[in-house]
């Protein structure tokens, strides 16, 4: 099923009392972008060089790196199951700043 | 824990009755009055009782009671009976909420009036379903609540809102609870019944209520841990077609999305947390998942969002802390059960130096506690949060990593930028000077991008921060290291690329200059490579070819040419070097693929000259269908419009063509239509079988009446004397195959406008006499018209292709072996290496496109004449004469009349074939035109792969015929008809309906002309006539009738002149029976000899004969068979 994510502006919202006070607080409006997952779950850890652990850090990477694909695969499935996932067209990003400076 | 309603285990399964635990006596709302409901609380129910009640509430009667009450129509009976079963009441309520629910997502989504309409109906109908629920619930309406009671902060008074499902964020936990604005508290039946709405897993625990500010009350409240429902978090309350929650919900699933989506990127990193135990010497310690790279912006903005509700129960916790908290909270659940999923070696028994805590604490990443020193821990906790500290700061400033276009040398310059206040870019370099206080968060993680891209790390750097990259490198960060930088926190700037492999082609540029020259005309030609909108010549294509990564821009993306498309190109262009001036029908070839084309985009013709234009002309000229011209009295079909169009192309442009339209398109009325549009100076010659000649005529008459027509055909046609003169002054001259071969001195001093060759297969073997004859005509344009443009194979086309466009194509051998390089041997195969001619040299449609499809009647009817040989010409004389002279000798009317019915018969079956009617032992090729026709059906049925039915009321004949075709075709054809047992014609049926592919059945008429259900052909062919049209009928509605999916062609055989003749008038209700043979008054036995001859002789002038010679009409009268009789 697919489902709707607008923000706040849901149509039973309109037929209801407003209500839009700090404590009931009003619904978030602020669009879930899809969630895109990492071809490379682990190269932010990489980016930070070896682990400190001494004596273990390869180890230590290895371990990482079986960690850090597990939990993306699990948060792929999780994104999945609430239709939040999608990467694009597979298109690479391809902005260019109008300027430099 | 399960708390959320009455839960039994029914059949293995957990049944969740939506029962709130504690059912009382709900309050008044809106004038209904308190309604005491038996709940749960009366005594545990059995899951019998369950059982129960969820069937009562699924009873259409108790369902249509419920919604009765709902819309006020109830009575008190009705009342007390939802009254006394409040479960079954509750839980169909609920059931056609979601109901409602569900048909409302649906139309949400449709945008028409009629669709918004259905919304608020359906919306009227959930309010007053959500109201009795309410009631029932004792959950008070907003609308009809005091609104003098305070139940908010300060200042929230006046504000109503409705009871939703709030959540609560407190001590790494989520606590949830009903209640909204202005509303009074919601006990544990309200909070169930809330939870159940929303689709909340029942994993709650009881908990102590929550106390609603300004005395509002205590709303009852159940707890869990965020990994337990972090799927409805995630599914559920980030989707705002789930009613019922409310913002704090709402704000969870959107902190809870940021957190997966931070996993997702691998934006985590491990801290070793301490566990405060006092009761323990040794200190404990957890692994927990911190989130990094946190875009401190989007934490602001939804720490502000953030609802008081959410840390009702933290007072003096701000929103960025608890913003902070939950995120962790959700990062930290998710990773470490991957952890657990991870095999890891197991830990040291005990952690007494660096490397066994190191040890251990691998071994506890998911979460589980371990001991060690303190001092230990210490350290190495310090030593980590180092590590990690640029990626955990609280303020996350990402370096961007700009890549320009390459500049004229090539080269490609890459530059490191830090993000100052409005994004303002600073070369690093430059801002590392100005840093200040964050000088060693931006040097670490400039540390960390030269980490992941070691070209920033090559000496001789322009500075540091900025790198001239090679083509491979550049290509590289664009496509494989651009979304890992961006994975890993950096702002990753390239230009706009294209995955996209161009396709490459040759572009022949015509240099002729003047585009009036013809197809032999010579012109000057040069050779390009195209990939996509790229074109590159020779030296442009070696230059990439040195190149690791040949990338050039298309359509303002770049792109990378794969290398062996360039070798390619390049080898093609070579091959083309010399060839620097072709004719017109050259480069046609060229263009048109037969020629063959080494390149898979093929070969496109661009600049100017006569092949040029033409196609150009060719791409718009049956973009839009002609108009139907003037003096024709039908309405053409778009797809007959097309046709048509290029019917007109070709007339402009000199070239001939095949309108390869597939059988019951219509190619005769299209083509008249083209005749009638072009009708002038010179007369068209149309050559066709003689089974259609009588078929273009009558046509012509329907469709063109303006149109002069001459059938130049059978005996009493001109003579080549007198066909100049017959043939001056006609629009259009008809005439068959063999009498065109026969009169071609004749026909070959005549300069005709169009020469059309109907049934255009009768010239696929080009050796043959009849196509070399025919090449003798003289005509502007040379037109060819079959369904199956490729019956055996592409050489049949190129027949075709010759005769129209005489050298135009090429030699056969290359012609075919281009086009056999397109297909795969199969018909879709023979299908595709048409398409490649399409539009130019041909015009094929099929009946199998949609489009054309959905123009068609679902029943065509054609009516095919049909010749007779010689052999039955024979015998139909002799049966005839036998008749007649014992019309002179027999007494007795009644006798007359037996003898005159079974000489019909015995007419009717020698224009089927003469074997009908007297046996014999010799094939029954070439001897029946009836069967001929029948053959050229079958072949053009199969080469459609598809499946037919035919009809004869000679059964005897029928499994003759059935013999005959299936050795044809080499296709087994059955025989369905009286003599078979049941089970014998129900097997056959059922075989048939199972048939793929290409099949055939013969049915006799009497047997298998009703009852039978034979949608599996689309095509029936009544082989005879008979007297009664209903029963024609009939047989063809076998296949056209319900089941049947495709258009149905119903084919009927007649014999011109003949008897065959005379009941296709009965049939057509143009005469009786009666009136057949029987002049007004008279009877069978009172016929006299003439008029025995006059009502079933043949009538010379309309007989259709395929063989070299006429009719010869003394040899009838004097019976050229003498030997008549079964």
């Given at each position: 099923m697919s489902r709707s994510r607008r923000?706040?502006?849901?149509?039973k919202q309109a037929t209801r009392p407003e209500v839009s006070t700090a404590f009931w607080g009003t619904e978030i409006d602020e669009e879930l972008a899809p969630i895109r997952v990492s071809e490379d779950p682990s190269a932010m850890v990489r980016s930070l060089?070896?682990?400190?652990l001494k004596g273990h850090e390869v180890a230590a990477e290895y371990t990482f790196r079986l960690v850090y694909d597990k939990a993306v695969a699990l948060a792929t499935t999780l994104a999945a199951a609430a239709e939040l996932d999608g990467n694009g067209?597979?298109?690479?990003?391809?902005e260019m700043p109008a300027s430099n400076g | 824990m399960d708390t959320a309603g009455t839960t039994a285990i029914v059949d293995g399964q957990v049944v969740?009755?939506?029962?709130?635990a504690n059912a009382g006596t709900a309050m008044a709302v809106d004038g209904l009055e308190p309604t005491t409901v038996a709940g749960p609380s009366s005594g545990p129910r059995s899951a019998d009782d369950v059982r129960a009640e969820s069937a009562l509430a699924r009873d259409p009667g108790f369902l249509s009671l419920v919604e009765s009450h709902a819309w006020g129509e109830a009575d008190d009976a009705d009342t007390e009976v939802l009254e006394a079963q409040p479960g079954a009441w509750r839980r169909a309520l609920l059931d056609l909420l979601h109901h409602t629910d569900d048909a409302l997502v649906g139309l949400r989504r449709g945008r028409s009036a009629d669709t918004a309409q259905a919304i608020d109906d359906l919306e009227g109908e959930q309010s007053r379903l959500e109201r009795v629920l309410n009631h029932l619930l004792g959950i008070a309406e907003p609308e009809v609540?005091?609104?003098?009671q305070p139940s908010g902060p300060?200042?929230?008074?006046?504000v109503i809102g409705p009871v939703a499902l709030q959540l609560t964020w407190t001590d790494r936990k989520l606590v949830a609870w009903a209640g909204g604005p202005g509303q009074s508290a919601v006990d544990r039946r309200g909070l169930d019944a809330l939870l159940g709405s929303t689709a909340a897993p029942a994993v709650w625990d009881n908990r102590g209520p929550v106390q609603l500010p300004d005395g509002a009350g205590r709303s009852a409240a159940v707890e869990t841990q965020v990994g337990a429902v972090l799927g409805w978090l995630l599914a559920?309350?980030?989707?705002?077609?789930?009613?019922?929650?409310?913002a704090s919900a709402r704000w969870l699933g959107h902190l809870a999305a940021w957190g997966v989506e931070l996993v997702a990127r691998g934006a985590m990193v491990p801290h070793v947390r301490r566990i405060h135990r006092k009761s323990r010497q040794k200190p404990s310690y957890v692994i927990t998942w911190t989130p990094a790279l946190v875009d401190s912006e989007r934490l602001k903005r939804l720490a502000d969002a953030m609802p008081g509700t959410v840390s009702i129960l933290s007072p003096g916790v701000d929103a960025p802390t608890v913003t902070r908290a939950v995120l962790a909270e959700v990062v930290d659940v998710v990773c470490r059960d991957a952890a657990k999923r991870v095999e890891v070696p197991a830990a040291p028994?005990?952690?007494?130096?660096p490397g066994e805590l190191a040890e251990s604490l691998l071994a506890h990443l998911d979460g589980s506690t371990f001991e060690a020193p303190a001092g230990l821990v210490g350290d190495m906790t310090n030593a980590l949060d180092r590590w990690s500290a640029p990626v955990t700061g609280k303020t996350y400033h990402p370096l961007a990593v700009q890549l320009d276009p390459p500049d004229s040398g090539n080269a490609w310059h890459l530059a490191v930028f830090a993000q100052g206040p409005n994004h303002r870019l600073t070369p690093v370099e430059v801002a590392l000077v100005n840093a200040g206080n964050s000088r060693r968060e931006m040097e670490a993680n400039l540390v960390r991008l030269e980490r992941l891209f070691e070209p920033l790390k090559r000496?001789?750097?322009?500075?540091?921060?900025e790198v001239v990259l090679s083509q491979p490198e550049a290509w590289e960060l664009m496509t494989e290291v651009g979304p890992v930088l961006r994975d890993a926190g950096f702002d990753v700037r390239v230009p706009a690329l294209s995955r996209h492999t161009p396709t490459p082609s040759l572009r022949l540029w015509a240099?002729?200059?003047?585009?009036?020259?013809?197809?032999?005309q010579l012109a000057d030609v040069r050779w390009t490579a195209v990939f996509d909108d790229v074109e590159l010549t020779a030296a442009d294509i070696r230059r990439l070819a040195a190149e690791a990564r040949p990338l050039v821009r298309v359509g303002g993306r770049w792109v990378a040419l794969d290398h062996a498309d360039l070798a390619a190109a390049a080898a093609a262009l070579a091959e083309r070097a010399d060839r620097t001036r072709m004719s017109g029908a050259e480069m046609l070839r060229q263009a048109l693929g037969l020629d063959g084309?080494?390149?898979?985009g093929g070969i496109s013709i661009s600049g100017s000259g006569w092949a040029a234009d033409l196609l150009a002309r060719a791409s718009t000229a049956t973009l839009e269908p002609a108009a139907?011209?003037?003096?024709?009295t039908g309405q053409l079909r778009s797809y007959q419009g097309e046709a048509l169009a290029w019917l007109q192309f070709l007339e402009a442009t000199g070239l001939g063509g095949c309108l390869?339209?597939?059988?019951?398109?219509g190619k005769t009325p299209t083509m008249l239509a083209h005749l009638v549009a072009t009708a002038g100076e010179l007369p068209a010659l149309v050559v066709a079988p003689p089974a259609v000649v009588g078929n273009w005529a009558s046509e012509a008459r329907k469709f063109t009446p303006g149109l002069k027509v001459v059938?130049?055909?059978?005996?009493?046609r001109a003579s080549a004397e007198s066909l100049a003169a017959e043939v001056d002054g006609a629009d259009v001259v008809i005439t068959t195959y063999s009498t065109a071969v026969r009169d071609i001195d004749a026909l070959e001093k005549i300069t005709f406008g169009n020469v059309v060759l109907d049934e255009?297969?009768?010239?696929?073997?080009?050796?043959n006499d009849t196509s070399q004859q025919l090449r003798r005509l003289d005509s502007r344009t040379r037109l060819a018209l079959t369904g199956t443009p490729i019956e055996n194979g592409l050489g049949d086309l190129w027949a075709i292709l010759d005769f129209t466009n005489?050298?135009?194509?090429?030699p056969r051998p290359a012609f075919v072996a281009s086009l056999a390089s397109s297909g795969d041997g199969t018909r879709d195969g023979a299908e595709r290496a048409l398409r490649a001619l399409n539009g130019i040299l041909v015009f094929r449609r099929t009946k199998s496109e949609p489009a054309i499809a959905a123009e068609l009647p679902d029943r065509i009817d054609e009516l095919d004449h049909c010749s007779m040989t010689p052999e039955q010409i024979g015998l139909y004389q002799a049966v005839l004469d036998a008749l007649v002279t014992g019309a002179t000798t027999e007494p007795g009317a009644d006798q007359r009349k037996g003898q005159v019915l079974a000489a019909i018969t015995a007419l009717k079956q020698i224009c089927n074939h003469p074997v009908a009617y007297r046996a014999d032992d010799?094939?029954?090729?070439?001897?029946?035109g009836k069967l001929a026709r029948l053959e050229e059906i079958v072949t053009a049925v199969y080469a459609a792969e598809e499946r037919l039915l035919i009809f004869t009321h000679f059964a005897e004949w029928g499994v003759k015929l059935a013999a005959h075709l299936g050795q044809r075709f080499g296709i087994p054809i059955g025989c369905y008809h009286g003599g078979l047992s049941r089970g014998a014609r129900d097997q056959l049926v059922a075989d048939f309906q199972e048939l793929e592919g290409p099949g055939a059945l013969v049915l006799s008429l009497k047997a298998g002309?009703?009852?039978?259900?034979?949608?599996?052909?689309n095509h029936v062919v009544l082989y005879d006539r008979w007297w009664n049209p209903a029963v024609e009928d009939q047989a063809r509605d076998r296949?056209?009738?319900?089941?049947?999916?495709k258009t149905v062609i119903a084919h009927r055989l007649v014999c011109p002149g003949t008897v065959d003749e005379r009941v296709e008038e009965v049939v057509a209700g143009k005469r009786h029976i009666a009136d057949l043979v029987l002049?007004?008054?008279?009877?069978?036995?009172?016929?006299?000899p003439n008029q025995l001859k006059v009502a079933l002789g043949l009538r010379t002038d309309e007989v259709l004969t395929e063989?070299?010679?006429?009719?010869d009409a003394p040899a009838l009268a004097g019976g050229a068979f003498a030997e008549v009789g079964p």
């Open positions: 923000g706040a502006r849901g149509k060089g070896a682990p400190p067209n597979g298109e690479a990003p391809t | 969740d009755d939506g029962t709130p609540v005091a609104p003098a300060a200042g929230d008074d006046a559920d309350c980030t989707d705002t077609d789930v009613g019922g929650l409310s028994p005990e952690a007494r130096n000496p001789g750097s322009l500075r540091r921060g240099e002729g200059g003047v585009s009036a020259v013809g197809a032999n084309s080494p390149l898979a139907d011209p003037e003096g024709f390869a339209l597939d059988m019951g398109l059938v130049h055909h059978g005996a009493s255009a297969q009768a010239i696929k073997n080009p050796a005489p050298g135009l194509v090429g010799g094939p029954l090729d070439g001897r029946s002309g009703t009852g039978l259900n034979l949608t599996n052909a296949a056209w009738r319900i089941g049947q999916t002049p007004k008054s008279s009877s069978l036995g009172d016929l006299d063989g070299p010679e006429p009719i």
